[in-house]
């Protein structure tokens, strides 16, 4: 028989034969037109289901085990077969490597093109979709979504290629890896100072000192103020030198913690080496967008001027977080562009849900990674990460090492929809109420299982004030209000759901001995901005910023970024003139300001989110008390209350960062 690989061979001659002739045929004026190399292709793009999916599906929703991969690979490789597809000798025989899969963000090179394919997809629009159904939610529809985000993205990508750093690692790194965020990638080689000559692109206040200074609004997105720059915020050069500000401070930090106790605390031990996140649209930062859903303009105009991931219109409480301990935006785990993971993952996704929802993303309303799936794609990122970093190469750079997982910091903020698709479903407050113990039960499962893969620092957030959105004051205009406003009884289940995860969080410190467990009141801290808008610097707090009709400016059927038609004529649903004093960015999700503020009554921090300082003073003091009990709950305030609930013993700091336990 002959080889897939001689037949396809000759096919893609004779399609060369075929071009080859039809040009000669319309170039009869000039025959030495059209050479063979003209025959050649730079890139492949493929669309289609297991039959050439290299990656798809193993990555972001059920990974093929064992014998999967064994003929050629002698290892599952993402591929419903013993080897290699038709795709594989495809793409050989036109000169390419394997075609990467877009889903997959470890390891993977689109410089010869990218395979949108995922096992059990569709042309239409499926019945059923996986998790809970039998079909991939990549339908063809979403595989061109996906393709005409690929190809604007990588346009943008390769445009910000504009600083030249002179150390070849970096040069390297950057060149493949630039993204949205110019602080992503952390400087490996070192600059004693930075010495700047320009114009006003990077003056950060010769002008404004001396002859011309800037007046309001200028400066209003970064620093609220004119700060000598002539732009609303931070220039390309302030991105440059942040990371040596930041280590200035780390040794400040340091030489004032351990006045307390020299010996007790090294500056290894208050460090974060990595973030993982998990959750939904509260703390998603490209996972949908990347996969299925897009948000569009005027999202991400505060901060990033465009569309950049994230349901608001700026950064979320997992950005400030992040920075808060040192380390740049979270990169999305199912975004493949531009992203680097050296640092830590985010496996969030707008829509998730702790349990598995009842309807799916694109048919249904919810996302299919929900905590469950989130769980199964952690433990692919760190078994992959392990692999692709034996191997070394340039790839093995931009994931954590493996000393970094029992190390990192692993947030958590989810629960807010498994409420939102009781309340959708018509069931009745009770109803919906008695669903929690097993949304808890669920949660505090995934939280097990993750501690099992070597996790020993977990941040939960609680959820919040849900019936002070307008989505659901909105749909649910019966509801008796507070004294704010709010849907009383749908904030009262959440409070219920809150007690509930408290109680959870109490038991797993119990039940888990080395893991220390923070619990982060988000409800208390969100529902002040309802109760006290003026005092934060709000208005409006109940009406959306991006939204249109009624009340609240909130209608589902003319949702942020949309067009609608009113009396005959086309109408942008665009964003409201000043975000920065709304609380509410489009009726489902927060605004930049509210995700970081409020900015009164905290201890100098910018936002509820404490310092890498704040953080490591309440360790070293729970590390250096004594408590005859064997544990302690320390409480302190930022902003609003925050409680640690932490093993406090002799062994503490050793079993915070073993390596497994």
């Known amino acids: 028989m002959e080889s897939p690989i001689i037949t396809i061979k000759v096919i893609i001659s004779f399609f060369c034969s075929y071009m080859l002739l039809s040009h000669l045929h319309l170039t009869t004026l000039n025959p030495t037109a059209f050479a063979l190399e003209d025959c050649q292709f730079p890139a492949v793009f493929n669309f289609g289901d297991s039959n050439s999916d290299t990656g798809g599906l193993a990555s972001s929703l059920i990974a093929p085990t064992p014998p999967y991969g064994e003929t050629f690979f002698g290892m599952p490789a993402g591929r419903f077969s013993d080897g290699r597809l038709t795709i594989d000798f495809l793409a050989k025989s036109v000169g390419h490597p394997f075609l990467s899969a ?16 995922t096992a059990a997809s569709t042309i239409r629009l499926p019945n059923s979709v996986k998790p809970s159904g039998g079909f991939s939610p990549f339908f063809l529809d979403i595989q061109y979504m996906q393709f005409m985000q690929f190809k604007s993205r990588s346009r943008l990508i390769r445009q910000r290629v504009i600083i030249s750093f002179f150390c070849s690692y970096m040069l390297l790194s950057y060149l493949h890896l630039t993204t949205l965020n110019p602080t992503a990638f952390a400087l490996d080689c070192q600059f004693p100072a930075v010495f700047n000559f320009g114009d006003f692109n990077s003056d950060t206040g010769g002008l404004a000192s001396s002859l011309i200074a800037p007046t309001p609004p200028y400066g209003e997105t970064f620093f609220g103020m004119p700060a000598g720059r002539f732009s ?24 004032h913690l351990t006045t307390l106790n020299p010996t007790a605390f090294a500056l290894e031990d208050c460090q974060f080496p990595a973030v993982f996140n998990f959750g939904d649209s509260n703390s998603d930062t490209g996972g949908l967008a990347s996969s299925l859903i897009a948000p569009t303009p005027p999202y991400g105009e505060t901060f990033f001027g465009m569309p950049a ?13 992040a920075k808060s301990v040192g380390h740049p935006f979270l990169s999305a785990y199912l975004d493949s562009l531009g992203t680097n993971f050296s640092s830590g993952a985010n496996f969030a996704t707008a829509a998730s849900t702790i349990r598995l929802p009842n309807s799916v993303i694109p048919s249904g309303g919810f996302s299919p990674f929900f905590l469950d799936i989130q769980y199964m794609q952690f433990m692919q990122f760190k078994s992959r990460s392990r692999l692709i970093r034996q191997r070394g190469g340039i790839y093995a750079s931009l994931l954590p090492k493996d000393e970094y997982f029992p190390k990192a910091l692993y947030t958590f903020d989810i629960g807010q929809n498994d409420l939102g698709e009781g309340f959708f479903a018509n069931k009745t407050i009770k109803e919906v109420n008695a669903s929690v113990p097993d949304i808890i039960i669920k949660f505090s499962t995934n939280i097990q299982k993750i501690y099992d893969l070597g996790a020993r620092l977990f941040w939960i957030h609680n959820t919040g004030p849900i019936g002070c959105l307008p989505y659901i004051l909105a749909n649910f205009p019966s509801a008796q209000k507070d004294e704010v406003g709010c849907a009383k009884s749908y904030n009262e289940v959440a409070q219920y759901f809150n007690h509930q995860l408290k109680e959870a969080t109490v038991q797993l410190r119990k039940d888990l001995p080395l893991a220390a467990f923070t619990y982060v009141d988000i409800y208390s801290v969100k529902y002040s901005l309802y109760k006290e808008p003026k005092k934060y610097g709000f208005e409006f707090p109940l009406v959306a910023c991006c939204g249109f009709g009624g009340k609240y400016n909130y209608s589902s059927s003319a949702g942020c970024g949309t067009t609608v038609t009113v009396n005959g004529s086309q109408i942008f649903v665009g964003s409201c003139k000043s975000p920065s004093v709304r609380v509410n960015w489009d009726g489902i999700h927060y605004t930049e300001a509210a995700n970081k503020k409020p900015k009164q009554g905290h201890h100098g921090n910018e936002g509820f989110i404490p310092t890498l300082d704040e953080v490591s003073k309440s360790l070293a003091e729970i590390v250096s008390s004594d408590d005859p009990s064997g544990f302690i709950t320390s ?8 409680e640690i609930f932490c093993t406090s013993n002799i062994q503490f700091p050793q079993g915070i960062h073993s390596r497994g336990h």
């Open 102 to 117: 877009y889903l997959d963000s470890l390891g993977t090179n689109f410089s010869s093109g990218a395979n949108f394919a």
């Open 232 to 255: 609303d915020g931070r220039l390309t050069i302030d991105f440059l030198v942040i990371i040596s500000f930041f280590c200035s401070y780390m040794l400040l930090s340091h030489l």
């Open 309 to 321: 991931g994230r349901f608001s219109d700026g950064r979320l409480t997992i950005d400030f977080l």
């Open 635 to 642: 409480v302190y305030k930022i902003g609003r209350r925050v």
